[in-house]
């Protein structure tokens, strides 16, 4: 039983990441109401007082899981990112590196992306905080990207973050399909999502945005900045990158 391995000597730092990995496969298969604390500390094969010696609560203990796994999937994607590769290159392997990760550790995903977001706003904030850093750094891809193909070292980064905000929601609902679907592997999630995007965003890199098409009367629908403005562009982020 758990209580019982305790007695071998182990450096705290070693003690409490066996902990945190015994949390994480609890926490992500049921849930940070239906996770036993009884359950993670006999996992981990430690007693439950060194678990609330070691991380005060339960809710302590989910803190410093989502805490973990955020870092450990933002570290993953930054490092998966290859900047001498052309844009494309670059984007994919960063989708490749996302995806694996994910695949890899799919509690610590359901932690990040399911249980996280839904028990409270502590835990909320956390994982809100994660996912800005990606899209920022998604943001900045695009934007290099961009420059790069049009020479324009003047390009504001703010003008495609709604691209790289598209581009991390389409990645977070891929990883969920992926891991519910037998036999998605990541490279196929990636190549899928490559498939959606890069066609779109190959264009608007070549110069060629999408346009909406003219509409009039009942087909149009209303649009409160071309009404009060006439000269306004229906597609200031496409333009810009363009």
């Known amino acids: 039983m758990g209580a019982g391995k305790t ?8 003690r409490e990441q066996q902990m945190l990995d015994a949390a994480v496969s609890v926490f992500g298969r049921r849930g940070y109401m239906a996770a036993s604390m009884d359950e993670i500390a006999e996992l981990a094969g430690v007693s439950k007082p060194l678990v609330y010696l070691y991380l005060n609560s339960k809710d302590d203990l989910f803190s410093a899981c989502v805490a ?13 990112v290859r900047p001498g590769l052309p844009a494309d290159g670059q984007l994919w392997s960063g989708l490749r590196a996302f995806f694996s990760h994910t695949a890899r550790h799919p509690d610590g995903w ?13 835990f909320a904030a956390e994982v809100a905080a994660m996912r800005e850093e990606i899209v920022a750094f ?20 703010g003008e495609v973050a709604g691209l790289a905000e598209a581009l991390v ?17 990541a490279k196929q999630a990636a190549a899928t999502l490559m498939n959606f995007a890069w066609a779109g965003l190959g264009d608007l890199m070549a110069g060629r945005p999408w346009s909406a098409p003219e509409e009039s009367g009942a087909e149009a629908d209303p649009d409160p900045v071309a009404e009060t ?13 363009g």
């Open 7 to 14: 007695t071998k000597r182990m450096p705290r730092a070693v």
């Open 68 to 80: 973990r796994e955020a870092r450990a999937l933002t570290e993953a994607v930054r490092a998966g």
């Open 110 to 122: 359901r932690v990040l992306h399911l249980h996280a977001r839904t028990h409270g706003e502590r």
């Open 138 to 157: 998604v943001t900045q891809l695009i934007a290099a990207a961009a420059r790069d193909a049009h020479r324009d070292p003047h390009l504001p980064e």
């Open 169 to 185: 929601g389409a990645a977070e609902s891929l990883a969920d399909w992926a891991g519910a679907t037998e036999g998605v592997t």
């Open 229 to 241: 403005d006439p000269e306004a562009d229906p597609a200031p982020v496409a333009q810009a990158a």
